[in-house]
């Protein structure tokens, strides 16, 4: 028995047949375009549907990919200098005890020829410093505008008045925090 069938339409028709019938393109409003996908009839795609599909999933694994950077350079240390450590002591002007890190800042005299400086220390997540322990427990009213401290930490790499600390002292030698990683 003689097939009278190319050999690209007997391919197609193979690939598109399904388990207990002998030819899905006899179906009414068959098209030709579609592929098969699993067993089920109705998991059956048409070739605009699967271009449509694989457009979406590359703008996701775009955008997931804009994402995983963006945290990843929040997060990362980039911007001070690990392999440096500074010390200073001044006044605290401001504390943000907010996500995604806390933030101490104080006004440290420049001396008598000099302007005062206002630095930044930039601590963990308030969430991290809560339940760190220790003897002393972080919350939002900890430190008060006036409270003197000393600060040391990873300077800023551009040299601005910034840096990641490492430890926070008060004035009465209370060490308030050893890392702030």
């Known amino acids: 028995m003689a097939n009278s069938a190319s050999p690209v339409e007997s391919a197609k028709r193979w690939l598109l047949r399904s388990p207990g019938r ?19 009839d109705h998991a059956a795609l ?5 271009a449509m599909r694989a457009r979406m ?12 950077v963006t945290a990843t350079a929040h997060h990362g240390p980039g911007a001070y200098d690990l392999t440096g450590e500074i010390t200073v002591t001044g ?9 995604p ?10 001396g008598q020829d000099q302007q005062a400086t206002l630095w930044a220390g930039e601590l963990t997540s308030p969430n991290r410093l809560a339940r760190m322990g220790g003897e002393v427990a972080w919350h939002k009213d900890l430190l008060q505008p006036g409270d003197t401290l000393t600060l040391t930490g990873n300077p800023a790499r551009n040299g601005a ?7 926070v002292v008060a004035e009465d030698g209370r060490v308030l925090a050893a890392s702030g990683r």
């Open 91 to 99: 006044q605290v002007t401001r504390f943000e005890f907010v996500n």
């Open 46 to 50: 048409t070739e605009p549907a699967i």
């Open 22 to 40: 002998s030819d899905r393109a006899d179906r009414a409003g068959h098209d030709g375009r579609t592929r098969r996908v699993g067993r089920c």
């Open 57 to 68: 999933f590359a703008v996701a694994l775009g955008l997931l990919s804009v994402c995983a």
């Open 101 to 110: 890190h806390v933030l101490i800042y104080v006004e440290v005299d420049g």
């Open 161 to 167: 008045p910034a840096m990641f600390l490492n430890r």
